[in-house]
């Protein structure tokens, strides 16, 4: 167990992240078991930190990110629902809608530059009475002001000639073409590596611990051992921004955690919905949702329920049972046996109901707390503003000249022609081994999910979708496992889930009899 | 260019129904059979079945899962009219019949058989087909996903296992998990008996003293990273978790066997009509489906629980193949369709020509003592000591037609098949029926 543990902090990073280590330079590693000093360090690797660190990767300074978690983007980024919001749910005047507006323009370009999926299917937000009825008009009235383009309003014969499975209750919509889906998870990835590609450094498995001010640099202490300091400290923890906002002795609110669990129907009901479903709002939520995902599922979730704790991501037959009568309404035609999974995801709950930008350190501290829905679709927008926020504190550094947006293009096997096919297996016979049968996802994706810095089971997952189909990965872990095992040059024992204690395997066939040396 | 091969008979799988159908198909006559594997070796999931008791009916031996596939595969590799396609996978097969597949050196390649039979076999059915409450952690495999890293890559997941189910990979696993020095706290199956072969029950659990919960589910997992327990309730007559029944049992890992289900993405690409009650193909005595020419066997037309039988029913689709290859069509005739009637949950083949002669593959409900199998009101057979786990096999003879046809008339097109109970208990029944 020692081995496997000493392998597990940074150092592991260092040794088997792929794209860290080639954008590392070799006089910079020796540093890495000391200290190390960069102009900007983002704390928290969320959709919303990472997209800090790719603005902050197109000028010229040193930046750095710092991620508790095995690999970026596993907080509330894996476990929301996708939706990139038109904007028409929240009050004029408040940063969600001003960040989520402009935010939700910003992703065709930011997509297509980083090769994330992403499909701007429209939301429509349905009403089966006369008084839902006058609510969306509130809504849609809203929308205008806030600047949303492209709604309208949609009689009864109008809405089911769109969507004929919706329930023939319904009886008006407000549609909204801009509404879009994409996948977070990947979003994050794209954008980490996508920043250590211009030169940004991306520490996982390292948490921030405490944080000092000598009166010109923070100094970043972390669990690992390693400590930092930089210039300007961007605290964008998402659940955990609380906690460090006091480390930086902010006298704050603490963020209300509400856990919110989603279930995930088989790809075959994919076309149950084009739009995504929206009822009218409840006091605390957007209400439960059905949510064609960018993947072809079909989502629905997720509910709203306050949490005294953080690290609550259970799903429970209450939830399940709630969430599923309340789509029924929407959506009958959905079948709970084409259920294939479940998650919950915590929502960082603001106090004032609103984004909180709060400054420490003459501004040189940027703490970004109650980044609640809408923040993934806010997240290339808080990125600018954060931007704008450390200049006026000081930040004064030119555009780096050969920043390339750019990610290279990943192979979706499954997507490619029969053309496309043939030439990506000529290029590397790995494309023509299918690991994944249920979501047909090649060896070849696999290795190059690793080689942009996937190190466990769902890190690969996430990237490529293996073990996301029906069967779950119960055919293809084994064979997952082996790969991630002969690329990261390490023994299967210590591969995990994700992370910290989640291993998969036990010890080697026989060792158990051997007086269970390996073990415990 | 995609390489295009032309053959009378395809084969999807090279488990043992792919390599009985191609054996059988050379013998009916095929001048050339090839077989697409998308694994790297012929066997299918006998390769990871280590223990023994393979083989029983038809070798009257108990062979080893690899030892029973050997009994198949050297024929296959010596005949040189079988072309074997291993590290290809089968992607789209067309109504036409024309396939495409992934192969490592020749990149895609196209199949245009005269004929084809589906041998993919099936798959686990796994935690969110149950929607099981709780955490996610690290810990959850299906009972084949633990069975492969024991046998085949020399890991062993856990220390501390529950299993959900009782089929029979998760007995297998018990024993396996047991004499690997694990510790397997208890199998835990929704039904009120038992979902595996009693001979299973018998030399997994009762001899290693593991307990078996009937009439119990998993109702929640707990542990962050990875399992750290389990709770345990019993359910009532509608499988809902009865409050204040739970029981929470420590342990790192949970195994699901908790059924399997026919592979049939790609009978589905061809619009063939399935079965909703064996999620396989509707096929007739031939086990041609009801697009001609597209015939299925073993475990993708219907979930086996003897490999024997396979063998069997695969033998009788690839010669079917063969002769409906060399005949170039199919002489179609108006098929008589068998309905499921009482106690019976499946019955195959669905569709019949009339007068065939040939055999009922059939399971029933729930243990019963005694039953009569009745077809169309004719009795075919009396079999005792029923259970679901066990599939029965049933004769069609000539002389029950000639019966049928004076009790139903000459026309009719539908036939029920009944597996009606008989009220004859015998201590033994009682002994070995219901187990608490
Ligand atoms: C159920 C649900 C559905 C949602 N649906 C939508 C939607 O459809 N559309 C939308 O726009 N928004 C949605 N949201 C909101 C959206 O998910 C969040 O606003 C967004 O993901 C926040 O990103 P983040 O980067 O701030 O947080 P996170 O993704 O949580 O990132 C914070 C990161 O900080 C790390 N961290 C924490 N503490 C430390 C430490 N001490 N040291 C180092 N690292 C640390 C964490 O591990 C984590 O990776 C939803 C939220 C939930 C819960
Ligand atoms: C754990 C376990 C224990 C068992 N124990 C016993 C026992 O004790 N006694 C007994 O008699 N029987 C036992 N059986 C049952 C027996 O092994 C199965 O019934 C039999 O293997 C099914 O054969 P098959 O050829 O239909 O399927 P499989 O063996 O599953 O073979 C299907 C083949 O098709 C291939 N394939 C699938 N899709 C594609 C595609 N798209 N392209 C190319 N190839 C594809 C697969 O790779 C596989 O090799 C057991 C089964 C299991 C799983």
Redesign the pocket.
């Known amino acids: 167990m020692e081995k496997f543990l000493r392998c597990r902090g940074y150092l592991c990073t260092l040794d088997l992240g792929s794209f860290l280590h080639s954008h590392i330079p070799n006089e910079e590693v020796k540093w890495l078991g000391k200290r190390s000093h960069y102009d900007a360090i983002v704390i928290g690797g969320g959709v919303v930190g990472t997209a800090v660190l790719r603005t902050l990767a197109k000028l010229e300074l040193s930046a750095a990110l710092l991620e508790k978690e095995t690999e970026v983007g596993w907080g509330v980024t894996k476990a929301n629902s996708g939706i990139v919001h038109s904007g028409f749910h929240s009050e004029p005047g408040t940063w969600k809608t001003k960040l989520s507006v402009l935010g939700n323009q910003m992703f065709d370009q930011l997509c297509e530059d980083l090769d994330v999926p992403f499909k701007r299917n429209g939301m429509m937000l349905v009403a089966a009475t006369p008084e839902e009825e006058e609510i969306i008009k509130h809504y849609y009235n809203q929308g205008l002001i806030n600047g949303v383009e492209g709604m309208e309003i949609l009689d009864q014969k109008a809405l089911h000639q769109l969507e004929p499975n919706l329930s023939p209750q319904i009886s008006m919509a407000l549609r909204a073409p801009s509404g879009g889906i994409v996948l977070p998870f990947e979003l994050a990835s794209a954008q980490a590596e996508n920043a250590a590609a211009n030169g940004a450094h991306v520490y996982t498995d390292m948490e921030v611990t405490d944080i000092d001010y000598n009166g010109s640099v923070f100094i970043i202490h972390t669990k690992q051992g390693m400590s930092f300091t930089s210039e300007y400290l961007i605290n964008s923890a998402g659940l955990y921004a609380d906690e460090l906002a006091k480390m930086c002795n902010l006298d704050i609110e603490p963020i209300i955690p509400r856990k919110g669990e989603e279930y995930l129907f088989d790809l075959k009901v994919g076309d149950i919905v084009s739009h995504t479903i929206f009822p009218v709002p409840t006091p605390t939520s957007k209400g439960i949702l059905v949510i064609p995902t960018a993947e072809g599922n079909i989502m629905i979730g997720p509910t709203a329920l306050e949490l005294p704790y953080k690290d609550d991501v259970t799903t429970t037959p209450q939830g399940f049972e709630e969430i599923f009568s309340s789509t029924q309404e929407l959506v009958p035609g959905l079948n709970r046996r084409d259920i294939i999974t479940s998650f919950a995801g915590v929502r960082a709950g603001s106090p004032t109901g609103d984004f909180i930008f709060q400054l420490s350190h003459d501004g040189k501290g940027v703490h970004l707390r109650g980044i609640e829905s809408p923040g993934l679709t806010a997240a290339p927008a808080i990125a600018e503003h954060v931007l704008t926020l450390l200049k006026d504190a000081g930040l004064e550094k030119p555009a780096k000249k050969d920043f390339n947006p750019r990610r290279p293009r990943v192979v979706r096997f499954n997507e490619l022609s029969d053309e496309e096919k043939a030439e990506v297996i000529q290029k590397n016979p790995l494309y023509a081994h299918v690991i994944c ?1 249920c979501e047909t996802v090649t060896e070849g994706e696999i290795v190059d999910a690793i080689r942009r810095g996937a190190k466990t089971i769902d890190g690969v997952k996430f990237r490529t979708r293996a073990g996301m189909g029906r069967c779950q990965g119960g055919f293809c872990t084994p064979y997952v496992v082996d790969i991630l095992a002969r690329e990261l040059g390490v023994s299967p024992l210590e591969i995990t889930k994700r992370g910290g204690d989640s291993y998969l395997l036990a010890a080697e066939a026989k060792a158990l009899l051997k007086g269970g040396t390996l073990c415990d | 260019m995609t390489k295009v091969i032309e053959t009378d008979v395809a084969i ?8 009985a159908a191609a054996v059988s198909a050379r013998k009916a006559g095929a001048e050339n059979v090839v077989i ?4 790297h070796e ?5 390769q ?2 280590i ?6 009916h038809r070798f009257r031996e108990e062979l080893t ?1 690899p030892e ?1 596939a050997y009994r198949f595969i050297p024929e296959v590799w010596d005949d040189p009219k079988i072309d074997v396609y291993l590290n ?4 789209d097969l067309a109504k036409d019949q024309s396939i495409t ?1 992934v192969h490592p050196s020749h990149g895609l390649i196209t199949l245009r058989p005269k004929a084809t039979v589906l ?4 798959r686990e059915r796994t935690r969110g087909a149950l929607n099981i409450p709780g955490t996610r952690p690290a810990g959850v495999y299906t ?2 996903a633990a ?1 492969r890293f024991v046998n085949m890559d020399g890991f062993m997941p856990g220390k501390k296992v529950v299993i959900l189910g009782s089929g ?2 998760g007995l ?2 018990a024993r396996r998990f047991t004499l690997e020095g694990a510790e397997v706290k208890a199998v835990v199956e929704v039904m009120p008996y038992p979902a595996g072969l009693t001979r ?1 029950i018998a030399q997994c659990l009762e001899d290693f003293d593991i307990p078996l919960y009937l009439r119990s589910t998993v109702t929640k997992v707990h542990g962050k990273d990875r399992v750290e327990g389990v709770t345990v309730s019993q359910v009532d007559d509608a499988w809902q978790p009865l409050p204040g029944t739970e029981m929470h049992i420590p342990c790192d890992t949970l195994l699901l066997s908790v059924g ?1 289900l026919p ?1 049939n ?2 009978t589905q690409m061809a619009d063939v009509p399935l079965d909703s009650r064996t999620q396989g193909a509707v096929v007739d005595q031939n086990r041609q489906t009801l697009i001609p020419g597209i015939f299925a ?4 037309l219907h ?6 039988y ?1 063998s069997e029913e ?1 033998e009788i689709a690839g010669r079917a193949a063969a002769e409906y290859a060399l005949r170039d069509g199919d002489t179609r005739q108006e098929k008589i369709t068998v309905i499921p009637g009482e106690n019976v949950s499946y019955v195959l083949p669905q569709r019949l020509d009339p007068d065939a002669e040939t055999e009922f593959y059939l399971r029933v409900t729930k243990p019963i003592d005694r039953i009569t199998i009745e077809l169309g009101g004719v009795r075919l057979a009396v079999r005792r000591l029923v259970r679901p786990s066990e599939m029965l096999k049933i004769r069609l003879r000539k002389d029950h037609w000639e019966k049928l046809k004076q009790e139903n008339g000459e026309t009719s097109l539908e036939l029920v098949l009944d597996a009606k109970a008989q009220p004859v208990p015998s201590p033994r029944a009682q002994r070995e029926g219901v187990r608490q």
């Not at chain 2, 012929?42 to 006998?46: A, E, K």
Request: hydrophobic residues 45%; glycine residues 20%; proline residues 2%.
């Open positions: 049968r | 999807i799988g090279g488990g043992p129904a792919g390599l697409i594997e998308r694994h012929l066997g299918g999931i006998l990871q079945c223990h023994n008791g393979f083989g029983l899962g029973y290809t996978m089968v992607l597949a041998a993919m076999g099936c009972a084949g069975q029979d990979i297998i696993m299973n399997l592979e993405e790609l066997a073993g475990n993708v979930v086996h629980d003897l490999v024997d396979v695969a």
